[in-house]
Structure formats: C-alpha cells, structure tokens
C-alpha cells in the first residue's frame, strides 16, 4: 500500500509525529505506520521500542491533544511494527495548543482566517451565521424590510400572508435569528443601515478609468444594507459609468451598452454572496471603454475553479449559506447554481461573450469584455480619426503587434514598439479590433486596477 495523504511510513517514533496524527484528526483521518521505511518496506522494531511505544504513544496521544487512536502491533514475518489508526474528528483538535491539518502530502498548521473557518466548520456553523448580541430586530432598516418583501412577493417567493408576519418572526422564518435568540450576521448584512459598524468593507466601490489602469476618472461608493446595494450599485454602473451607442434598425432607436445588464446584476449578486466578509475588502467594480472588472474577496467551491466549470451544470453552494438563502428568498438569485444559466442566456441574447473567471487565493476576479456589436459602434465613431493611416500601414503595424506579442506585453510596451503615443487611437484602432479577431489575446489580473494585463497572441 503506497503513502498518500491518509497513510504515512516511519522507521522510527518520534514525538513530533504527534503533529501528524492532529492533522489527521482535522482532516480525513489517516493511519501512521512505525517501523516501516520510506519504501513501504517493514524494516522492524526491538523488542524495547515495541514495548515502549505500546504504552506511550497511547497516553501521550490522549494528554495532548483528549484524543483516542488504535495503536496495533503487526507482524511481518519475524518482524514487529505499529499500526497508529486515527479517525477523523467532528470538533477540531489541537496540539499544544496549535492545530494541525494534514494536506496532500504535508502537515501544516492553521492559523488566523482559516483557523477561524476551520472552527467553525467544525462545529457546522459558518460566518454568516454567527450572532450579533447588540443588535435588535427594531435596529433594522423598514426600508430594506420592506423592499425584500416586495421582492419576494413579486417572484412568488414568499406568499402575502407569509409578509404580513411580524418583523420577528419573519427573521424566524429566514432563519436568520439563532438559537439563543439572537440576530445573525446575514440578518445585519441583508437588512441593517450600517453594516460596516460590525464589518469594515461590506460596501461596493465603482471606479471609471481612462487611457491606463491609473487613470482613475471618477468613483462612487455604494453603502447601505445589501439588499439595497445591489440595485442602487447596478443603476449607477448603467446610468453613469456606461455609455450607451444608438445605432437605428429603420425609424427605430436602439441603445447599445458593452455587456447585458441582467447578466451584470447576477455576476454581482454572485460577488455579493460568495464574497469572504471577514477580509474587511469592499466589492470593487472597474469600468473602462470597453470592458468590466468585478472583483470580490471571496471563495468559490474548489471543484468550480475555472470558467468552463462554472458554466457547467454544478450545485449551488454558495460561501455565505445564510445570507444567499435571503437573497433567493427575495427573488434576486435562483437555487442549484442556476444564476450562470442566466448570465449564459442574457450574453446569448447579447450576442456577445460569457464573462470569463479568474479564481485564485486573491480572490474572484470576473472580465465582461464588450461585445461585438458594441465594439463595431465604438470604432465607426473613430472613422474620421482613422483615415489618417492608410490601409498598407495599419496592415504592417499589426503586423508589428504579432511579431513582438509571441511574448506577453502590456499596452505601453506594445505602444512603444510601435511607436504610438495616443493610447485611445491605439486601444480603438489596434488593439480592440486585434482582440475580436483573435488576432491578439489578454491575461486576466488577479486583481482590478493592479495595471498586470498583458497581451498575446
């Protein structure tokens, strides 16, 4: 039997092994053989090791850490070994006061956050869901009480005698109020004026930015209760941040924007309710001429980790249960992880792209890229500005952009090498047209507004 993250092979004891068995117990239980060498060879104990080892392993494990494990003695032939057989355990467990937690093929010890989510893992609680003892029913915004019902009455959520409760049992209802009669964290977040009083960055911040990732135009804040946020923040993008293009299909008027509005409401509302509140990190939207950034401080489940995953069929579990469980009551997200069929029919309808997801321990960062129709109107407006390069030219510089994109480059390097200042001519002229054909693709940064992207072809 081959070592693998629940079986591990020593020759010899020695105290610190005790650390590996706290792993255990933290992760999926495992089994410590003793007296086996690094090949899975039995290569024995002494008859003094054996007889020791049988009588101190048992208690050191129990006084460390209040454990049991089966300690077994094995024969293999004329040679002995221990077998040291540890469960996993529903509370977790500590060792000299740290704790332990067997990965792969290491034993790390967990600290601060994740010390944090692992506790209350263990106890199957989650952050969302624990009690804020100060905090009233009567401390709540009517106003957000009032629009959720609203909500939820208009999807057939919750029936009107289902809203005409009062507040408290409401909150009862949307278990939302603990056993010990306190308000949990969804109920603050979802429902309370101030959220950032208990959580320091429970807002969304919006940024437009011009020629660089440093050109930072303008910026709003979107505070409030989360019910709230999400249509005031989702209003503002398309009234001030987005511009539409009017083209004409005979006498009728159409306004284009760069992404379908229905498919941005559920990508925040994605943010919003996977986003890791206790990093004290606010949403943070970046908006450029043609493309969106959503970012959020937040986890996906480990096995959706790309963007072909999640636009497959996969079930919903989302990192904050109790708060996601206000938001579909409302009417504002759907169950089973249906939210990205919806963003997956509104870019169809769009005729423009899905968004593309970029998971990684900084985060969820989430790229709307405008979509083609978007793209065309934005260039026609530039046809007059065009006209001062002649077809042959533009033929060879883009060109140029190939040859030297075989490796990464940001905008400026790209813009250098072609020797061209203005980056709007460049950005319109070159580089979108180049990434609609394919002709050029671009990196996701981990995070908005870090100037990291690059371009390849």
């Not at 057989?85 to 790390?108: N, Q």
Request: glycine share 6%; aromatic share 12%; proline share 3%.
């Amino acid at each position: 039997m081959p070592e693998h993250q629940t079986i591990e092979w020593k020759e010899s004891w020695h105290d610190e092994f005790l650390e590996w068995i706290c792993g255990y117990a933290n992760a999926y239980g495992g089994t410590l053989y003793i007296g086996k060498n690094d090949n899975g060879d039995v290569v024995g104990l002494s008859d003094k090791d054996r007889k020791k080892l049988l009588e101190s392993i048992p208690n050191k494990i129990t006084d460390t850490m209040g454990i049991v494990a089966d300690v077994n003695l094995l024969y293999e032939g004329k040679l002995q070994y221990i077998e040291i057989i540890v469960d996993k355990y529903p509370s977790l467990i500590s060792y000299h006061g740290k704790y332990f937690y067997r990965s792969g093929s290491t034993m790390r010890a967990i600290t601060g956050k994740e010390l944090d989510k692992a506790i209350l893992k263990s106890q199957g609680r989650t952050w969302d869901g624990m009690p804020i003892l100060k905090l009233q029913v009567t401390d709540l915004r009517r106003e957000a009480i009032e629009l959720f019902k609203e909500k939820a009455l208009r999807r057939h959520r919750l029936t009107e005698e289902e809203t005409r409760v009062d507040d408290i049992i409401l909150m009862e209802n949307l278990h939302l109020i603990d056993e010990e009669g306190y308000l949990i964290r969804a109920a603050m977040l979802a429902f309370y004026k101030d959220p950032e009083k208990w959580v320091t960055g429970s807002y969304i911040k919006i940024g437009y930015f011009g020629d660089s990732d440093s050109d930072l135009k303008y910026q709003d804040e979107v505070h409030g209760s989360l019910i709230e946020q999400i249509d005031k923040a989702v209003d503002l993008v398309y009234t001030k941040y987005l511009k539409a293009l009017i083209y004409y299909e005979g006498i009728q008027r159409i306004e284009q924007f760069m992404f379908p509005q229905e498919a941005f409401r559920e990508i925040l509302l994605n943010a919003v309710v996977h986003k890791d509140y206790s990093a004290c990190n606010p949403i943070q939207i970046s908006v450029y001429e043609d493309k969106i950034y959503i970012w959020n401080d937040g986890e996906m489940p480990s096995e959706l980790d790309s963007t072909e995953k999640l636009f497959e069929k996969h079930s919903s579990k989302p990192y904050n249960p109790k708060l996601a469980n206000v938001f579909f009551k409302s009417g504002m997200i759907e169950a089973w992880g249906r939210g990205f069929d919806k963003i997956k029919d509104a870019c169809a309808k769009y005729n423009g792209r899905l968004p593309e997801y970029n998971i990684s321990a900084s985060g969820i960062m989430v790229l709307c890229k405008a979509c083609d129709k978007y793209l065309d109107l934005l260039n026609e407006d530039e046809d007059s500005y065009l006209g001062q390069s002649d077809q042959d030219n533009d033929q060879d510089v883009t060109k140029m952009i190939i040859a030297f994109c075989k490796q990464p480059h940001s905008a400026k390097e790209i813009m250098e090498y072609i020797k061209i200042n203005d980056r709007s001519f460049f950005r319109r002229h070159y580089l979108n047209p180049m990434i609609k054909t394919g002709q050029l693709k671009m990196t996701i940064p981990d995070k908005p507004k870090s100037g990291n992207q690059k371009y390849y072809v």
